[in-house]
């Protein structure tokens, strides 16, 4: 009914007093977490997580189900209060959140168009490039509850960089989305990355797919199991044993293997020569 | 026949009744939308029941009735979102006791008072007809005062309710917003209460989103058309209920709910 549940939002009153403002430390470190320990229940979620993403910094959180990757990301946000560990965010920090999952409500009707317009930069030239560099102006009239799970992944990312954030924090961008799409939405987070100096804090399961876009990794399991570089976490005993020798080495040698690529709206692309 | 119709429709216990209708209307639109897309139409019903409760309290201690509805409406409010804050049990198995226990406890408090007896009806179903000037007075200045609220947060509320997370992360208010539509809904239903009886309010906010549901392409819209639908039933209701010597409450329910049934045969309104 009402925001009550045990994963709800804090009132903004609780989330300012959570996040103290980073004034000395690093000038370019946006977003820091230090010995963050969470429980739910009798179950010990996040054990001393400390992490920090700078400007321009791409971060991916990679983990087994239930290893308290999401948590982790909201109590980053202060959408949930740790129990103990301090957060710290660059003062007057814009942010950009792309959730897990979104309900559509199918009671509600709204079209991709106002959804964007519900984001509190509405300015409608950025809607429209914003949408056209995801590929899916086409969208525009249609009925959120109408349109895809790949294709409101899409929609929630645009969302997110409506405004225009310093720090994007993405959880799984790319479920629902197929293979050649993935392939290409991690290109796309890095290129935006890279372009405006954003940081991005992400989630995602597939470290063969993320591997190219990624500066930093951490593998998590209810502790920091491994942390570095993504080529030395796929050699990372700790990361092997994680995710079973046989299939961390299926995945990190995995190579996509097409004659041809699609773009994000699944026509086929003119060929490239590299 | 005719002639006493019109006799009637000049009298002004009709255009009081009229007017308390169509202003309720006018608020179902917008609000019952909010209510249909938060999913808290149970809600909305337990709040409307315990008022029964409220009434009772108001005529042992001698307050005014609409001032104790209110009071009553608001403190329910509160208890049912501090008990939904912390749950212990399932959200509508709390409501369901909560709405059936309030509902029967008013009921033997009305009867150990004696006097209303003979009113307990109005108060389930309404006494649309009953409706004075100063009821009147009370659902218009709710009326403007609910329509104001939401029409200034209008657009955070709606972010709001697609989702929790978004809009707090864009600076959204969210407990804020939550405890405002909590207000205006209790202060709609305890104005209303004359008008369709504490059993029906919930659904005279529910059925005109619910059929306005198929014909809208956005939220506006379907806050639009719900009070036109709403104000449809109204006048229907209370003219069907002249001409058949029905009760107006429950006539304007039936109407509303053959809007709602007719929306399903109508072709569904579709963009190029």
């Known amino acids: ?274 | 026949m005719n002639n006493s119709i019109l006799q009637l429709l000049i009298t002004d216990f009709v255009i009081y009744a009229l007017l308390a209708g169509l202003s309720l209307a006018l608020v179902s639109g917008p609000l019952g939308s909010f209510i249909v897309w938060r999913r808290m139409s149970y809600f909305g019903d337990t709040l409307a029941h315990s008022s029964l409760l409220g009434i009772a309290l108001g005529i042992i201690t001698d307050i005014n009735p609409q001032l104790s509805v209110i009071l009553s409406c608001l403190a329910f409010a509160a208890i049912l979102t501090l008990l939904d804050r912390k749950p212990s049990i399932a959200t509508d198995t709390l409501l369901g006791i909560l709405a059936h226990s309030t509902l029967a406890l008013g009921i033997i408090l009305l009867a150990l008072t004696g006097s209303v007896r003979l009113n307990l009806e109005a108060y389930l179903f309404g006494a649309l007809l009953t409706v004075d000037r100063t009821d009147l007075f009370w659902i218009l200045a709710v009326t403007v005062f609910a329509c104001a609220v939401l029409y200034g947060v209008w657009n955070r509320m709606l972010s709001a309710t697609v989702h929790t997370e978004l809009a707090t992360i864009e600076g959204v208010n969210v407990e804020r917003l939550n405890l405002l539509l909590v207000l205006v809904i209790a202060l709609t239903i305890a104005v209303s209460m004359k008008i369709v009886g504490v059993l029906l309010i919930t659904s005279l906010l529910i059925i005109p989103p619910a059929a306005a549901r198929r014909f809208a392409h956005t939220p506006e819209q379907m806050a639009i058309l719900a009070s036109v639908i709403g104000a449809l039933s109204v006048l229907a209701g209370l003219l069907g209920a002249f001409a058949l010597d029905t009760p107006p409450g429950p006539s304007i329910v039936v109407v509303a709910t053959t809007l709602f049934l007719v929306s399903f045969f109508l072709p569904e309104r579709h963009r190029s």
């Open chain 1, 1 to 274: 009914m009402l925001c009550s549940r045990t994963h709800g939002p804090l009132p903004a009153s609780t989330r300012s007093k959570m996040l103290m403002q980073i004034s000395s430390a690093n000038s370019q470190t946006l977003l820091s977490v230090e010995n963050i320990c969470k429980q739910f229940g009798d179950r010990k979620v996040l054990d001393h997580i400390t992490l920090r993403v700078d400007e321009g910094q791409i971060l991916t959180l990679i983990g087994p189900n239930g290893a308290g990757k999401t948590t982790l990301v909201r109590i980053a946000l202060g959408l949930v209060e740790p129990d103990s560990g301090i957060v710290t965010q660059r003062p007057a920090l814009r942010v950009g959140y792309m959730p897990q999952k979104v309900h559509v409500e199918s009671t509600l009707p709204i079209t991709v168009d106002r959804f964007m317009r519900l984001a509190d930069n509405s300015d409608k030239k950025l809607i429209d490039s914003t949408l056209s560099m995801l590929n899916i102006a086409p969208l525009r009239q249609k009925q959120l509850v109408a349109i895809s799970g790949g294709e409101l992944q899409r929609v929630l990312l645009a969302r997110a960089l409506l405004r225009k954030p310093q720090l994007l924090v993405l959880d799984e961008p790319a479920q629902g989305v197929d293979l050649a799409g993935q392939a290409e939405l991690y290109q796309l987070i890095s290129r935006i990355s890279k372009q405006s100096r954003c940081g991005v804090l992400m989630i995602s399961h597939d470290l063969h797919l993320v591997m190219s876009s990624t500066d930093e990794v951490v593998c998590l399991n209810h502790h920091v199991c491994c942390h570095g570089k993504p080529e030395q976490v796929s050699n990372d005993p700790a990361y092997l044993d994680l995710f079973g020798d046989a299939t961390a080495k299926a995945l990190a040698v995995y190579t996509h293997d097409h004659n041809h690529e699609h773009d994000l709206t699944g026509n086929i692309k003119p060929v490239q020569h590299e």
